[in-house]
């Protein structure tokens, strides 16, 4: 929207605003408000005592919540209760089928703290991770996300929580009926993986990712598994990837800087016949790089990745004799473009 030039800048003062509001999220998230109103609705007195905070502070927390819209206050039988939104109910509730709980924990815990170091970073042009989590990092997911088993799966549960959100419309973006093996090159959990074997039933997807996470995939396996996805070990620099017609990177790519997307790009080219598929899922940014901000928002607490537009998509697969087929804009948070292998690279 264009800011009001003339009487009050509302839209200046709600940016001023919006670290208050992302931090109330964070914060009733990670107390637990929304999972304790889960069924019905408490007063203040009973939601502090549940979320063990004092009723000060929790009155505070309750009614700024209530202000952007994550809860309700109403009047019950003479009392004021504090009640989940449907959509809080949907999203928000921690074992709700597609809780965005996890993601906003780490929004909290891993994110944050990096945006307190925003000014550096920019001065600096280098990651931030040694000031904010007292670690120097050349890898982020080898030396801050995957260094302790307990982070591997906040990582982890933060990556299932959003390709949960995102999977369906990523897996039905494209007809892949002529793929019938698939590999999510960096497919963390296998939530995406379970997405592809629901909406497209001739076709088979191994999860490739790093052994500490492949490690505790048995816990992100849905209870009716499908059957059709399986999990390989190892380090998509350094190791070979598993044969498939159809390769997907979804999220994987905007993580790293052209070099490093070159040297996994040309494995992937080596590994591919001709008509192999290779399926991107990230945010597409428009060609002036200039919208959706959600993704250029992200990029300043990004490491040494870089958002892109699907011209810069486009030239990186050329360069490896992949063609770009198909782009679709999905209304989710992932956009995805469809490329494949040409007859002589
Ligand atoms: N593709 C998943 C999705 O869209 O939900 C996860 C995306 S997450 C941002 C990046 C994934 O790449 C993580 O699961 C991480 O463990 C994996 N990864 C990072 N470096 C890797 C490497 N060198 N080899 C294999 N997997 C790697």
């Known amino acids: 929207t264009e800011n009001n030039t003339e009487g009050f800048p509302h839209s200046l003062v709600e940016l001023l605003d919006g670290f208050k509001a992302s931090k109330t999220l964070f914060t009733a998230s990670k107390l637990g408000v ?10 203040l007195n009973e939601v502090a ?7 000060l502070g929790t009155e505070k927390l309750l009614d700024a919540a209530v202000s952007i ?5 109403l009047k019950c039988e003479d009392k004021l209760v504090y009640r ?41 042009g280098t990651n931030q991770h040694e000031k904010a989590f007292g670690k120097k990092s050349e890898n982020v997911f080898q030396d801050v996300y995957l260094k302790k088993a307990e982070m591997v799966m ?17 897996a039905t973006a ?3 009926s002529r793929f019938k093996t698939a590999c999510d090159v960096g497919g963390c959990t296998g939530a995406m993986a379970y997405e592809f074997t629901k909406a497209h039933p001739d ?9 500490a996470v492949i490690e505790l995939r048995s816990h992100f396996q849905p209870i009716e598994q499908a059957g059709r996805v399986s999990f390989v070990a190892g380090d998509f620099f350094k190791d070979d990837l598993p044969k498939a017609d159809l390769y997907i990177l979804a999220r994987i790519l905007h993580d ?8 996994l790009l040309s494995k992937l080219s080596k590994t591919c016949t001709p008509g192999c598929g290779l399926l991107l899922s990230e945010i597409l940014l428009d060609e002036e790089r200039t919208r959706p901000s959600r993704a250029l928002l992200q990029a300043l607490s990004m490491s040494e990745g870089r958002q892109r537009n699907t011209t810069e998509y486009s030239n990186l697969m050329r360069k490896h004799g992949f063609s770009p087929v198909h782009t679709q804009y999905t209304d989710n948070l992932l956009d995805a473009m469809l490329f494949v292998k040409d007859d002589q690279a």
């Open 84 to 124: 989940n939104t449907e959509q809080t109910k949907q999203y928000l509730v921690s074992d709700s089928p597609l809780s965005l709980h996890a993601y906003i924990l780490h929004c909290n815990d891993m994110i944050w703290p990096l945006f307190n170091h925003l000014e550096s970073a920019v001065r600096e």
């Open 49 to 55: 005592i549940r979320i063990k905070a004092s009723v």
């Open 174 to 176: 494209f007809d892949l």
């Open 154 to 170: 906040c990582f982890m549960n933060a990556m299932h929580s959003i390709a949960k959100v995102t999977g369906r419309d990523v």
């Open 256 to 263: 790293w800087s052209d070099e490093k997307v070159h040297e």
């Open 203 to 211: 076709l088979s997807v191994i999860v490739f990712d790093l052994p």
């Open 69 to 73: 819209g994550l809860l309700h206050k």
């Open 34 to 43: 929304f999972d304790v109103l889960s069924d019905t609705g408490l007063t």
